[in-house]
Each structure stands twice: as structure tokens, then as C-alpha cells.
């Protein structure tokens, strides 16, 4: 038998959009607060384990708690709504300034995840008991899941394709609070009547207040941004930019121009060319063929800078997920001065594709691999230094090639460095060499050279023009010190990354 219907089919329409907004800005909030911690503190599969478990309890809880509200339904959940759209709204500016103060950042991250978990458990079942006056029961039921779980698969799609990109994560924070607020703003344009006097007041007030402060912090964000991740770095930022897989930032102090991706230096223009000469010209001067070549990251141009300076060289290949990255490199004045525009020289191709896939598609074979990636400091890098990674590598080195890896620091993450020489060892290379070599603004940095031909050290002879690196200094790169040296580390494959463990231990005691 039905119930008798106080609400009109319209009533239920707009209360059945709200419910797929909802549902959108759920998943947006877990994601944007997944990503942003992963971000800042790294290990990706960490932050969005203790996201997901977090906003799921809380939600429970959330849940368990609507079964005391029992009156005015309406009022309470335009409430919920302002409260989630300042709260959630609000969550990533918030974890930025956390984070640039040092402050308790995971319990207040933490904090912020259970107030909106409890809010967003809160949402639906008012939601569904509002409807209940127009649905029957088993209606009602279906038509609220499904119109929350399609907002929710549309904001998994949207996060990585549109928002981030186009948005930033920053201001994505803002705009999906914005979206609650226009939940309560919609539900309470329409369903006014069904409040009294005082809480339209109420209500109306906590809205233009909250309005008020989200779109001042959208008009600005770009400056808000800025003097947030200034208080980040300790040099001035000149350049930011969330691109589809990364943050970029750019630094500058006098003469010292930095890049950061995820937090994380990637190189100073200061000592940068300790860094590189090491990784290029050592394995350079080990083989005999050196007219093909590929490098798997270096999206700065730096390295093939350094690879030009070979008149042998023919062809080399940058393979850089990162098109804006590597757009950067080819356009931006302070990169193609540093980088002498290697990345519009014709003996240079670059291609923005997975590293991985690119090896397992590619035909034909290198006389040299050099990985400059960056560290492994979450899971979709870690494959990238995995056993199976560097056996797809080896596959389509030429016969006398090499291959040479960036391996992190020896000294900060030494059992980090020692698993990428034991997961080339375990890949079946005969034979594997790491080296070292002092950059300030890294310190102690490690490399791996891995070929099936014996490695010998002593017949490099390097000819080409260097800053730092010459034939007198190249034997101090190959002496392990005994106190960076460790035994018994596993090998690092897809289905157990093992980097990353021994990577993101290593450096908590240093960041």
C-alpha cells in the first residue's frame, strides 16, 4: 500500500540531484585528502589506506547517529550540507598550512577525515528519510544508491581527467565545497517553506558566510597557494603547477633555481652537474657503441645535455610521462639555458608514455639505458625499480650495452640503494657495479651500472668536456665506504615492492 505523498514529484527530483551531488563530492573529498597527504608525506598506498579506512568508520558513525534526528529533516540536513561545505571545502588549504608549520599534521589530518566521514554518513539516510514521504521503501532504497554510487563513479573519473589538471588540487578543494553549498542552497530555495522563520535566518547567514569565504579563496587561490607553498620551501617560489601526474615547482634563491616534483628536489642549478656527469659519463665511457640511446625519465633535458657533448651519439630517445614536464624543459628560459636546449636538438626525440609500457612495446635495441627517474617514494614508482622492470630493460639493451639507474642515497636509504642493485642482480645480469658521488644539494648520491659484459672501471677514459668529473676522480665513485654497505636485502618485484619499504624507512629519519 502506498504512503501518502506530501512531496511533489518535483520535491523528489531536486532531492534525488542532491543525492548524485553528494555522492560526486564524497569520493572527491577521500581522493583530494588521499592525494595531498601522498604528496606531502609520500607512500601513496599509506595515505589513501588510512583515507578510505578512516571516512568509512566515520561514516558508520555517521550513519548510527542520524537515528536521533528525528524532526525537521530538511533544516538539518541544509546544515549538514554548509558544514560539509566548509569543512571539506576548507580541508586542503588547511592541511597546506598544517603542513607548512610543522604542526601535528596526521592528527589533524585525521580530525579532518572523521568530520567529514561523520557528515557524509549523516547525508544519505536524511536524505532517504525526507523521500520516504514520496517512495516506498524498496523504491526509495534503489533510487538513492544508485544515484549516490553514479556520483560517485563520475567523480573517480573526474578527479584524475578534470579536476586535477585543470583545477589544482587546491582549488578542486574549494569547488567541490562550493557543490555542497549548493545542495543546501538548492534544497533550501525550494524547501523554505517547510522552515521556520528563525532557522531561514540562521541557515541564510551560515550560507552567504560560508559563500563568502569559499569564492574569496577561489578568486585567491593562485595567491593563497603561493604564500602557503613559500612558507614550504625555503627559497621563493617562481613557478607552480599541478599537472595530471605530478607537482612542479620551481625555486629560486640568487642564483640557485631549483626543481621540485611532490615535494621532492629534483635538481639545483648550483650542483646539478655533480649529478649528471656521474650518471651519463660513466656508463658512456664503458662501452664501445654508443649511437642509440635511451633515457627512461630526465624530463629536464639535463641529462641529454650531457649525452650531445658525444659526437658518436646518433639518436636518443627520452621517454617522460609528463608532457608538461617536458614542455617545460623545451620552452621555459631558465630550462634551455640550463639544459642548452637539448630537448630541440634533431638527434633528440621525446615521447610521453609510461616508461614500462614504452619497453615492453618498443623494437628496437640501445647501446645505453640510463633511468633517471625519481625515487620510489610511492607504489606507482616503485614498479619502476622493480626485478620485472629492469628484465623488460635488459631485453632491449644491444649486446655489449649498459644500463645505468639512479639508486638513491647510499648514505640516507642504504638498504633502498642496495635492493635496486640486488633487483638488477636478481633480473639476471651477470655482472652489476654501484657507485657514488657527493652532490651538496642531495649529499651522498648512488648509482648502479648493470650489463652482461664485465664492468671495468679502470678503463674509462673521458674525453668530452666536464665540470667536476675527470679520469682522476672516477675511482673515488666506485669505493663503497663499509658504513653504507648492507647485507641480506631482498629484491624488489610487482608483487612485493621491497623499495619501497626500505626507501620511505630509510628517509623518515631525514625529512
Not at 91 to 113: A, D, G, R
Not at 206 to 223: H, R, V, Y
Not at 382 to 396: C, D, G, I, P
Request: proline share 3%.
Amino acid at each position: 500500500m502506498e504512503n501518502k505523498s506530501i512531496l511533489t514529484k518535483k520535491d523528489a527530483s531536486i532531492l534525488l540531484f542532491c543525492v548524485f551531488v553528494v555522492g560526486f563530492c564524497t569520493i572527491v573529498y577521500e581522493l583530494l585528502i588521499g592525494s595531498i597527504s601522498s604528496y606531502f608525506i609520500g607512500d601513496s598506498i599509506k595515505q589513501f589506506s588510512i583515507t578510505i579506512g578512516l571516512t568509512m568508520t566515520a561514516m558508520g558513525i555517521g550513519t548510527l547517529i542520524s537515528r536521533f534526528f528525528d524532526k525537521n529533516l530538511i533544516y538539518w540536513f541544509i546544515f549538514i550540507e554548509i558544514l560539509l561545505a566548509i569543512i571539506g571545502g576548507m580541508s586542503v588549504p588547511i592541511l597546506y598550512w598544517i603542513y607548512s608549520i610543522q604542526f601535528f599534521y596526521y592528527p589533524i589530518m585525521c580530525l579532518l577525515i572523521i568530520a567529514i566521514g561523520t557528515l557524509i554518513g549523516l547525508e544519505i539516510p536524511l536524505l532517504t528519510r525526507i523521500m520516504e514521504e514520496y517512495f516506498q521503501l524498496r523504491e526509495n532504497i534503489s533510487n538513492v544508491l544508485s544515484l549516490d554510487y553514479l556520483g560517485a563513479f563520475l567523480a573517480s573519473l573526474a578527479f584524475p581527467f578534470i579536476l586535477l589538471p585543470f583545477l589544482g588540487i587546491f582549488n578542486s578543494s574549494l569547488s567541490t565545497g562550493l557543490l555542497n553549498l549548493l545542495v543546501g542552497v538548492l534544497t533550501f530555495s525550494w524547501f523554505k517553506n517547510k522552515l521556520t522563520v528563525k532557522r531561514r535566518i540562521m541557515l541564510k547567514t551560515q550560507g552567504i558566510f560560508i559563500s563568502i569565504l569559499l569564492i574569496g579563496c577561489l578568486i585567491f587561490s593562485k595567491e593563497i597557494s603561493i604564500y602557503l607553498e613559500n612558507s614550504m620551501y625555503d627559497d621563493r617560489v617562481i613557478f607552480s603547477k599541478q599537472t595530471k601526474y605530478q607537482k612542479l615547482v620551481i625555486t629560486k634563491n640568487k642564483e640557485d633555481v631549483r626543481l621540485f616534483i611532490d615535494g621532492n628536489v629534483q635538481f639545483s642549478t648550483i650542483d646539478e652537474y655533480r649529478y649528471h656527469e656521474s650518471l651519463i659519463h660513466v656508463p658512456m665511457n664503458l662501452v664501445k657503441h654508443k649511437e642509440n640511446i635511451l633515457i627512461l625519465g630526465g624530463g629536464d633535458g639535463l641529462a641529454a645535455r650531457e649525452l650531445l657533448k658525444y659526437n658518436e651519439v646518433k639518436h636518443i630517445t627520452v621517454v617522460d610521462l609528463d608532457k608538461e614536464m617536458t614542455d617545460l624543459a623545451k620552452t621555459n628560459r631558465i630550462f634551455t639555458e640550463l639544459n642548452q636546449n637539448s630537448f630541440n636538438n634533431k638527434k633528440v626525440t621525446v615521447l610521453n608514455e609510461d616508461a614500462f609500457k614504452f619497453l615492453e612495446n618498443v623494437k628496437e635495441y640501445f647501446d645505453v639505458i640510463i633511468v633517471d627517474l625519481p625515487d620510489p617514494n610511492n607504489s606507482s614508482l616503485a614498479r619502476l625499480y622493480s626485478k620485472e622492470f629492469y628484465k623488460v630493460a635488459q631485453q632491449k639493451l644491444a649486446k655489449n650495452g649498459i644500463l645505468v639507474t639512479q639508486a638513491t642515497s647510499p648514505y640516507f636509504s642504504p638498504e633502498a640503494f642496495w635492493c635496486i642493485e640486488k633487483s638488477l642482480k636478481a633480473t639476471g645480469f651477470k655482472y652489476t657495479k654501484p657507485y657514488h658521488t657527493y652532490v651538496p644539494s642531495f649529499g651522498d648520491w648512488g648509482f648502479v651500472l648493470a650489463s652482461n659484459n664485465k664492468i671495468n672501471e679502470n678503463s674509462i677514459n673521458i674525453k668530452v668536456q666536464t665540470k667536476f668529473l675527470d679520469n682522476n676522480s672516477i675511482s673515488s665513485l666506485f669505493h663503497i665506504e663499509k658504513d653504507i654497505i648492507r647485507e641480506n636485502i631482498k629484491s624488489s618485484t610487482l608483487n612485493k615492492p621491497e623499495i619501497l619499504n626500505y626507501y620511505l624507512n630509510g628517509w623518515k629519519y631525514w625529512n
